[in-house]
T-cell receptor
C-alpha cells in the first residue's frame, strides 16, 4: 500500500511568488492535514481538510490556503512568499473517525530566496 | 502559545543506555498523546501513543509514562541503539474537537556507539 506522497520534493521560489504543494493521501483516508516544520519551531498546524472541506486552520495568515479534491488529494498554496516561509511542509492523512493514526509524507522543502 | 512543552532539546546517550524525553501540556481537554520519530529527510512516523486512562504503555524498548495530575508524559527508550538516533516529537490531541495534533518542539537524540 502506498503511503502519503508529496510533490515536489524540493521547491525554490523567489520572494513574492506563489508556491503550490501537492499531497496524495493513503487510499481510503479522507482527512488531510498540513503542517509547517520550520527550523527550531517544531511542527506547526496549518490546515485540516476532510471530505473536501476545510475543517480547521492554524494561526497562519490568509495567504496560506488550500483545497481538497474529490479524490481526497490536497493542494497547499502559499501566496506572496516571504523569506520566513522557507520550511519543510508536511502532509498527513488519516481516516476521518480515527484521525489519531495520522501518517505523514516525506514533505516538500520550500526555499524562498 | 505553546501548548506542549518538550525537553530536553537535545540528548546524547551511550549505546545501551536509557533515553528519557519529557513533555508537559496545559490543555486538560487533550485525550490522546502520541510520540513521533523523525529521521533526517523523512516525515514523522508514529512510534507509540497513550490515552490518559492508563499510566504506562510499553511497546518493545519504548515506554510512555503518563501522569495525568501533573499533566506530564514521557518517553523512555531502553537499551538505546545508534539506530534510534532521530528527532522525537511528543504531541497531544483532543478527539472530537478541532482534531489537530499539537506538537512539542522536538528532541534530537544521538546514541553513540
Amino acid at each position: 500500500e502506498a503511503g502519503v506522497t508529496q510533490s515536489p520534493t524540493h521547491l525554490i521560489k523567489t520572494r513574492g511568488q506563489q508556491a503550490t504543494l501537492r499531497c496524495s493521501p493513503i487510499s481510503g483516508h479522507t482527512s488531510v492535514y498540513w503542517y509547517q516544520q520550520a527550523l527550531g519551531l517544531g511542527l506547526q498546524f496549518l490546515l485540516w481538510y476532510d471530505e473536501g472541506e476545510e475543517r480547521n486552520r492554524g494561526n497562519f495568515p490568509p495567504r496560506f490556503s488550500g483545497r481538497q479534491f474529490p479524490n481526497y488529494s490536497s493542494e497547499l498554496n502559499v501566496n506572496a512568499l516571504e523569506l520566513e516561509d522557507s520550511a519543510l511542509y508536511l502532509c498527513a492523512s488519516s481516516y476521518r473517525d480515527t484521525n489519531t493514526e495520522a501518517f505523514f509524507g516525506q514533505g516538500t522543502r520550500l526555499t524562498v530566496v | 502559545q505553546q501548548q506542549v512543552k518538550q525537553s530536553p532539546q537535545s540528548l546524547i546517550v551511550q549505546k545501551g543506555g536509557i533515553s528519557i524525553i519529557n513533555c508537559a501540556y496545559e490543555n486538560t481537554a487533550f485525550d490522546y498523546f502520541p510520540w513521533y520519530q523523525q529521521f533526517p529527510g523523512k516525515g514523522p512516523a508514529l512510534l507509540i501513543a497513550i490515552r490518559p486512562d492508563v499510566s504506562e504503555k510499553k511497546e518493545g524498548r519504548f515506554t510512555i509514562s503518563f501522569n495525568k495530575s501533573a499533566k506530564q508524559f514521557s518517553l523512555h527508550i531502553m537499551d538505546s541503539q545508534p539506530g534510534d538516533s532521530a528527532t522525537y516529537f511528543c504531541a497531544a490531541l483532543t478527539q472530537g474537537g478541532s482534531e489537530k495534533l499539537v506538537f512539542g518542539k522536538g528532541t534530537k537524540l544521538t546514541v553513540n556507539p
